[in-house]
């Protein structure tokens, strides 16, 4: 049966956030915030060393200390089963084996947790920790990525690309090779991460944690610890921010867990924010080489995309680098390959647009520099290589509205009045520049399930075990829910958070409005066939006699299309039916009818910049972002999405970098006020501007993914601009004012 899309009511209105008032007024409970009757506290000991052995731990004066319970390291730690073989590295998908806390003396990255020092209040547990003496047998590291590009290997979950004659760049007449760089970047949300561990029986475990996926982290800890998933339960109704850094179960929450089981009583671990660093993943470094040739009149020939990541030795942490030029172009000959080197460094993990924000740097600069070889329009040189199918497969997309996106962005940013001519736009002391790059990412559902329960006072209460990290999911599905019931917004009341809810995927790779949005929107049509069913059968009912085909439900009634003035409340039937609620729990998943299409998200980013011409200072003063997302299913959230999506760029083009002290293997600008991100000084006018066209072939709510997909290119359309306003090409993010300095030979 074709799918329809929902009417055009409370889905896709600019409601504000359900939850919105929680926030401001501190009502919101954060994972830090709850406490627990004999709650205890736990700091966390971590090493100096990179790499090495843990040769003797003193922990005695810390044992000693006023209020301390336990000292936990690996001399003493309760055991974890899950620790003895195969385990599945802490719902990370990752190959090898995830880093095991207080399991044995080796130590693997500067910063691993060694100990836990549990005390009865914050402070004490903080002295006792300071009071723990370790000394290490250490051994040589390896931390620059750089210098080891020679030891990369393909990961076990190899995913090269190949189709036509590999290499066939190097044939055209006009043809680049470069190059490109980016830097590592961390996630550094509001929230520092936190774990709550209270063990109420020996084999019942409750946790209250910062997650983007509660049925992982259930799965997890009922792994590691052997026990069954009804005995795991996790709370994480609130995420201050998390952009893929609380995808997995990280040592935290399990020395939180270890500690509990080993004092017998709640113990509460929250890290600062050094420790947010590298204990929780980041964005790895990237070394990129790109190869495009090109016909004169700018036909694409051959693309080679060739990725370098780092991770640790323990774990590979794989990302889609090369996934961007598998899609973005027509092109006859291509061919990608990953490689990662091995680093002692903890395990990097996904970082919004993971892999593809990166990816798409080396992509889209290296098109903009073949276009001006062409000494052509960097837009008319993307349309000319304008992908009808998917180069990577050739499926045709399930919709593609880049054209639209292209146009409009380009008429909004009136590019086409543009002189392309590098440095030939200056205002007083500053260069003026612009720029524009494409962005393509994943669209695809999940199988989710959602439980639907309509009250006898007509309110509906719907709950599924997803996330909410910021970009106001609860909204979302209140507003889906609504259309699909017939309700107002407000008689709605969305429950997330929770692993006893229906299952429903972890909030990342742009998956949760299609996956849980389906399953929102199919447990409430199937709760208002059931009302509908109920109705008709109430003979006493003004609508006992009419057809089904006759019946309209909306504002909380039944009412006749034939006899408008005919209508019964969902509270009357409920009432004449003697039921004091009305419930369905209902799975919802794609068909194998998505097999034959393509998913995906487009964008193009248009971007100015000023240069100062003497200092090198870059300011972004305008961006344009045009998006193809499906459709919009709340205009006021959808844009804040955006518009995080561009902050995020412009730190990562022009400023985020965490830096390692490669003799110590160690972050040095761990803070705040070193490693630098942008700030509203930083952030100038920004135009949103969305297709809003959906795609029901994706799912029934007609979106596709949209958390991401404004990053996607975004620092090379900065890139661009930059060499438009400069003439200088830095091919290494960030673009720092050192970098254009040394470019130009000041």
């Known amino acids: 049966m074709k799918q329809q899309a929902l009417a055009n009511n409370a889905t896709g209105a600019p409601m504000n956030r359900v939850d919105g008032r929680l926030k401001v007024t501190g009502e919101a409970k954060y994972a830090a915030e709850y406490n627990p009757d004999n709650l205890t506290h736990g700091v966390l000991v971590t090493s100096t060393i990179p790499r090495g052995r843990i040769k003797r731990l003193d922990t005695a004066a810390a044992e000693r200390a006023p209020g301390v319970l336990a000292v936990i390291t690996h001399l003493n730690s309760p055991k974890v089963p899950g620790y003895g073989g195969d385990v599945n590295n802490g719902g990370s998908r990752m190959e090898g084996q995830e880093l095991r806390v207080f399991y044995d003396d080796q130590v ?5 947790p060694i100990a836990l020092a549990v005390a009865d209040t914050l402070e004490r547990a903080q002295y006792a920790a300071s009071l723990v003496k370790v000394e290490y047998e250490a051994e040589a590291h390896e931390s620059d990525i750089t210098a080891n590009l020679g030891q990369a290997y393909p990961p076990k979950r190899n995913n090269d690309h190949s189709h036509g004659q590999p290499y066939a760049y190097r044939t055209a007449p006009v043809r680049i090779e470069q190059e490109y760089q980016t830097a590592v970047q961390v996630h550094n949300p509001l929230e520092m991460h936190a774990a709550v561990a209270v063990w109420s029986a020996e084999d019942c475990l409750t946790v209250y944690n910062k997650t983007q996926a509660v049925k992982n982290s259930q799965s997890d800890l009922a792994q590691a610890f052997n026990l069954p998933k009804e005995n795991v339960q996790i709370f994480s109704p609130f995420v201050g921010g998390a952009f893929g850094n609380s995808s997995r179960v990280w040592p935290p929450e399990m020395a939180a867990v270890l500690g509990a089981k080993k004092v017998g009583r709640p113990v509460k671990v929250m890290l600062r924010r050094d420790q947010m660093f590298n204990m929780v993943g980041y964005r790895p470094h990237s070394v990129q080489k790109m190869g495009l040739g090109v016909t004169a009149d700018g036909t694409l020939v051959g693309i080679t995309h060739e990725a370098t990541g780092f991770t640790s030795r323990y774990e590979q942490f794989t990302e889609r680098l090369v ?10 000959n291509l061919n990608t390959t990953y490689r990662l080197v091995p680093l002692d460094v903890s395990t990097p993990c ?8 990166s990816g798409s740097f080396a992509l889209e600069s290296a098109m903009d520099e073949l276009a001006y070889a062409l000494k052509m329009d960097p837009l008319a040189f993307r349309l000319k290589n304008y992908a009808d199918l998917d180069p990577e497969n050739n499926k045709p997309w399930s919709t593609k509205y880049l054209k639209e996106c292209y146009q409009m962005g380009a008429e909004r940013f009136n590019w086409r009045q543009r002189n392309p001519a590098p440095r030939s736009l200056r205002q007083g002391d500053w260069l003026v520049g612009t720029g524009m790059a494409s962005g393509v990412y994943k669209a695809d559902r999940s199988p989710a399930t959602a439980h639907a329960q309509l009250l006898a006072d007509g309110t509906l209460i719907v ?9 106001g999911t609860a909204t979302i599905m209140t507003q889906i829910a609504a259309d699909a019931l017939g309700l107002a917004p407000e008689q709605v009341r969305f429950e997330l958070g929770n692993s006893a809810f229906p299952p429903a995927p972890g909030q990342f790779g742009s998956h949760t409005a299609a ?21 008709l059968r109430q003979t006493s009912s003004s609508l006992a006699s009419a057809a089904p085909t006759d019946l309209v439900a909306a504002n909380g009634a039944f009412s006749l ?3 408008p003035a005919v209508r019964v409340p969902y509270t009357e039937v409920l009432k004449q039916q003697n039921l004091p609620l009305l419930e369905v729990t209902l799975e919802s998943k794609g068909g194998p009818e998505m097999q034959a299409y393509s998913g995906k998200s487009f964008c193009a980013n248009f971007v100015e910049v000023h240069v100062h011409a003497l200092t090198g200072e870059v300011r972004v003063s305008w961006v344009v972002s045009a998006l193809d997302a499906g459709r919009v299913l709340n205009h006021k959230t959808a844009r804040s999405q955006v518009l995080g999506s561009v902050v995020w760029g412009i730190g990562i083009a022009l400023m985020e970098h965490a830096q390692i002290d490669h003799r110590y293997g160690c972050f040095l600008n761990h803070d705040l006020a070193e490693y630098h991100v942008p700030v509203q000084a930083d952030v100038p006018a920004v135009d949103v501007l969305f297709v809003d066209k959906p795609d029901l072939r994706l799912d029934p709510v007609g979106a596709k993914g949209l958390g991401e997909i404004a990053l996607i290119g975004f620092t090379a359309a900065v890139a661009n601009a930059v060499y438009h306003a400069t003439g200088q090409r830095i091919r290494e993010l960030p673009i720092t004012p050192d970098k254009l300095l040394l470019a130009t030979g000041s």
Not at 108 to 112: D, I, V
Not at 323 to 332: A, G, I, N, V
Not at 350 to 357: A, F, N, S, V, Y
Request: proline share 7%; hydrophobic share 30%; glycine share 8%.
């Open 561 to 563: 299309a034939s006899k």
């Open 323 to 332: 996934e961007p030029t598998k899609s973005m172009y027509r092109c006859p």
């Open 350 to 357: 996904w970082t919004r647009g993971p892999g593809e924000t």
């Open 108 to 112: 693997h990255f500067n910063n691993q």
């Open 463 to 471: 709950r599924s075990a997803t996330a909410d990290v910021g970009p």
């Open 515 to 535: 996956s849980v949005g389906a399953a929102v929107h199919d447990v409430c049509t199937a709760l208002k066939q059931k009302l509908q069913e109920l109705a």
